[in-house]
């Protein structure tokens, strides 16, 4: 398998806060990697660096072998990494259908002008719509949808920039059972159909059932990784989990 | 009210047409002038300000400098100022364009506050620059060539065309992708940057495009008063009134800065018709302003299409939405009559 994304020795202090430090993590190209640790462990503060909104103060970053450190987070969307969010962000005054519009991969003048482009890629907005069971919210301002259906058109309207890996932070976050059922059914799809992901996860649960590699961080860097069998009976990670 | 509805474009032209010569005096032509004027400026304004919600108080700067770059054209070069106002409004868009990529780093009130900076700037140029704008007593440049019987008509119907234009322009960004990734950074800046959205490269386009008219609006008053002053082309009120008008029609909406142009500008003569000369109407227009806020954060526009709306439709649907709802459809309709045809 190839490498998709290769994070090597990076580090980011935020004041005296050492968030992310000395971090080296790989992921491999069209798995499901999951990343855990406990709360304040750097999760959320990697995918930011990753994906452009934090600039790392030392190490480098890498998708498909190119360097994305320092890009402008548009950049690297367009090179095909797309994200999510722990609290789901929309454009709330737009409806799901505009929200499903927005987000796309590359974008030269004649396109950005032109309002005849939108006629396929609604009918590729649609066509995700009734993949998620949103379609008959497609009118409604984002802002009117319940958690869960946000956290669905989130997911979907980022597919519309057809990315190669997707990072998700939390996706079964403060969802039922069913749509965790639901979601988890929809990420292995796309796994199937070439998506890697690299998922951030507090339900063990979910992790064990769905990736099929973990990372586990702790102080902002690696301290353990390998098959979901192996980091459940790992003594550093349970020790990490409970505390000494 | 049917026909009123699929008409209404064409019979408000008509009336414009038709309004020089149903009131002859001057005066009518001369209110007639500078509710156009806004109305194009304070569309222009939309652009950033109703669109991206980057609110900019700096926008007399391209204001002055068009007045000032016309001006100077035609005294240095002769150059009638009604066929080069359009073309130097283009080096303001451009100065603007790199004037917006400093001034863009910046965000919520420091934007305000770099946006007046830069007129400040402009205008303490404008003063102190003396071999070339004659400082504080001003630039003079020649009348129109016209019989004064008839001088403030041709800027009328001048400026009338320049006004359709800019809705045109305003129309035709908001209904692209261009206009959706502007709209979409209003709601949520940081997310439309994450999903793909060029933003840097979009505030600095929509502000060139926001300073254009305006700088062309400057160019077009300069050759009506025939005498700036860097007090009068560089002057604050100028970019406040196109907010003001903005806000009173409806913020981001296609035709809320036309309404409000329509409203105010009429309603400030008339203030200062009654009360004289004094700065009375600035005080009425503010505290029109702080009721408008109050009771319609959204303008008169918005607020009353929400009203109807609401009245016919349990829930309000979305202006943009229902643009593109309609796109989808007519796509599927005509997709399925390709299937039809091409069963036959």
Same mark, same amino acid.
């Given at each position: 398998?190839?490498?998709?994304?290769?994070?090597?020795?990076?580090?980011?202090?935020?004041?005296?806060?050492?968030?992310?430090?000395?971090?080296?993590?790989?992921?491999?190209?069209?798995?499901?990697?999951?990343?855990?640790?406990?709360?304040?462990?750097?999760?959320?503060?990697?995918?930011?660096?990753?994906?452009?909104?934090?600039?790392?103060?030392?190490?480098?970053?890498?998708?498909?072998?190119?360097?994305?450190?320092?890009?402008?987070?548009?950049?690297?969307?367009?090179?095909?990494?797309?994200?999510?969010?722990?609290?789901?962000?929309?454009?709330?005054?737009?409806?799901?259908?505009?929200?499903?519009?927005?987000?796309?991969?590359?974008?030269?003048?004649?396109?950005?002008?032109?309002?005849?482009?939108?006629?396929?890629?609604?009918?590729?907005?649609?066509?995700?719509?009734?993949?998620?069971?949103?379609?008959?919210?497609?009118?409604?301002?984002?802002?009117?949808?319940?958690?869960?259906?946000?956290?669905?058109?989130?997911?979907?309207?980022?597919?519309?920039?057809?990315?190669?890996?997707?990072?998700?932070?939390?996706?079964?976050?403060?969802?039922?059972?069913?749509?965790?059922?639901?979601?988890?059914?929809?990420?292995?799809?796309?796994?199937?159909?070439?998506?890697?992901?690299?998922?951030?996860?507090?339900?063990?649960?979910?992790?064990?059932?769905?990736?099929?590699?973990?990372?586990?961080?702790?102080?902002?860097?690696?301290?353990?990784?390998?098959?979901?069998?192996?980091?459940?009976?790992?003594?550093?990670?349970?020790?990490?989990?409970?505390?000494? | 009210?049917?026909?009123?509805?699929?008409?209404?474009?064409?019979?408000?032209?008509?009336?414009?047409?038709?309004?020089?010569?149903?009131?002859?005096?001057?005066?009518?032509?001369?209110?007639?002038?500078?509710?156009?004027?806004?109305?194009?400026?304070?569309?222009?304004?939309?652009?950033?300000? %109703?669109?991206?919600?980057?609110?900019?108080?700096?926008?007399?700067?391209?204001?002055?400098? %068009?007045?000032?770059?016309?001006?100077?054209?035609?005294?240095? /070069?002769?150059?009638?100022?009604?066929?080069?106002?359009?073309?130097?409004?283009?080096?303001?868009?451009?100065?603007?364009?790199?004037?917006?990529?400093?001034? /863009?780093?910046?965000?919520?009130?420091?934007?305000?506050?770099?946006?007046?900076?830069?007129?400040?700037?402009?205008?303490?140029?404008?003063?102190?620059?003396?071999?070339?704008?004659?400082?504080?007593?001003?630039?003079?440049?020649?009348?129109?060539?016209?019989?004064?019987?008839?001088?403030?008509?041709?800027?009328?119907?001048?400026?009338?065309?320049?006004?359709?234009?800019?809705?045109?322009?305003?129309?035709?960004?908001?209904?692209?992708?261009?206009?959706?990734?502007?709209?979409?950074?209003?709601?949520?800046?940081?997310?439309?940057?994450?999903?793909?959205?060029?933003?840097?490269?979009?505030?600095?386009?929509?502000?060139?495009?926001?300073?254009?008219?305006?700088?062309?609006?400057?160019?077009?008053?300069?050759?009506?008063?025939?005498?700036?002053?860097?007090?009068?082309?560089?002057?604050?009120?100028?970019?406040?009134?196109?907010?003001?008008?903005?806000?009173?029609?409806?913020?981001?909406?296609?035709?809320?800065?036309?309404?409000?142009?329509?409203?105010?500008?009429?309603?400030?003569?008339?203030?200062?018709?009654?009360?004289?000369?004094?700065?009375?109407?600035?005080?009425?227009? %503010?505290?029109?302003?702080?009721?408008?806020?109050?009771?319609?954060?959204?303008?008169?526009?918005?607020?009353?299409?929400?009203?109807?709306?609401?009245?016919?439709?349990?829930?309000?649907?979305?202006?943009?939405?229902?643009?593109?709802?309609?796109?989808?459809?007519?796509?599927?309709?005509?997709?399925?009559?390709?299937?039809?045809?091409?069963?036959?």
């Amino acid at each position: 398998m190839n490498e998709m994304l290769r994070i090597a020795c990076v580090s980011r202090r935020f004041g005296g806060i050492q968030a992310v430090r000395d971090c080296n993590i790989s992921v491999q190209s069209g798995s499901i990697t999951g990343l855990i640790g406990p709360n304040g462990s750097g999760k959320t503060t990697l995918f930011n660096l990753i994906t452009g909104v934090y600039s790392p103060d030392e190490g480098e970053i890498l998708f498909e072998g190119k360097t994305i450190t320092n890009l402008p987070p548009s950049r690297i969307c367009h090179g095909g990494l797309s994200r999510t969010f722990q609290i789901t962000r929309l454009f709330w005054e737009m409806t799901a259908l505009e929200n499903m519009i927005v987000p796309i991969r590359q974008v030269g003048f004649r396109s950005l002008l032109g309002p005849d482009m939108f006629r396929n890629e609604i009918d590729r907005a649609m066509g995700l719509l009734e993949r998620v069971g949103l379609t008959h919210l497609k009118d409604e301002p984002a802002r009117k949808l319940s958690f869960g259906q946000q956290k669905l058109l989130e997911f979907a309207a980022i597919l519309m920039a057809d990315p190669k890996m997707v990072m998700l932070d939390e996706p079964a976050g403060g969802v039922n059972p069913t749509m965790i059922r639901f979601i988890m059914d929809l990420i292995r799809d796309l796994n199937k159909e070439g998506v890697t992901f690299l998922v951030v996860e507090h339900n063990m649960g979910v992790v064990m059932e769905l990736c099929d590699h973990v990372i586990v961080l702790d102080q902002g860097t690696k301290l353990a990784e390998g098959s979901p069998e192996m980091i459940q009976t790992n003594p550093a990670v349970l020790d990490a989990y409970l505390g000494t | 009210m049917e026909f009123l509805r699929r008409w209404w474009k064409l019979i408000a032209l008509l009336i414009l047409l038709a309004f020089p010569w149903v009131y002859r005096e001057p005066y009518y032509h001369s209110l007639g002038f500078f509710v156009l004027l806004y109305a194009m400026m304070a569309t222009s304004w939309n652009i950033m300000g %109703g669109y991206t919600g980057y609110k900019s108080l700096g926008h007399s700067a391209f204001y002055g400098l %068009g007045a000032y770059l016309v001006a100077i054209a035609a005294n240095k /070069l002769g150059w009638n100022p009604l066929i080069s106002a359009p073309f130097l409004a283009i080096i303001v868009a451009l100065v603007a364009v790199l004037l917006g990529w400093i001034m /863009l780093r910046t965000s919520g009130s420091a934007f305000v506050i770099a946006t007046i900076a830069m007129l400040l700037i402009f205008r303490i140029t404008a003063l102190n620059l003396r071999e070339i704008t004659k400082g504080a007593p001003g630039l003079s440049q020649p009348l129109p060539p016209w019989s004064p019987e008839f001088s403030r008509m041709p800027f009328y119907y001048y400026i009338l065309f320049w006004l359709i234009v800019a809705l045109f322009v305003s129309w035709y960004i908001r209904r692209s992708r261009f206009g959706l990734g502007l709209v979409a950074m209003r709601d949520d800046e940081g997310k439309a940057e994450m999903v793909g959205v060029n933003t840097t490269l979009y505030k600095i386009l929509a502000f060139g495009v926001s300073a254009y008219f305006v700088a062309l609006g400057g160019g077009v008053w300069s050759y009506f008063t025939s005498h700036i002053s860097p007090i009068y082309a560089f002057d604050i009120l100028v970019g406040v009134d196109m907010i003001l008008m903005t806000m009173l029609g409806g913020l981001g909406t296609l035709w809320g800065p036309v309404l409000g142009a329509f409203i105010l500008v009429p309603a400030r003569d008339l203030i200062l018709f009654k009360f004289g000369s004094t700065s009375i109407y600035l005080a009425i227009t %503010g505290g029109l302003m702080m009721l408008v806020i109050i009771f319609m954060p959204k303008g008169f526009l918005t607020t009353i299409t929400d009203w109807v709306e609401n009245r016919h439709a349990p829930r309000a649907a979305h202006q943009g939405a229902r643009s593109m709802a309609d796109i989808y459809d007519s796509s599927s309709e005509k997709k399925q009559g390709e299937d039809e045809s091409s069963h036959e």
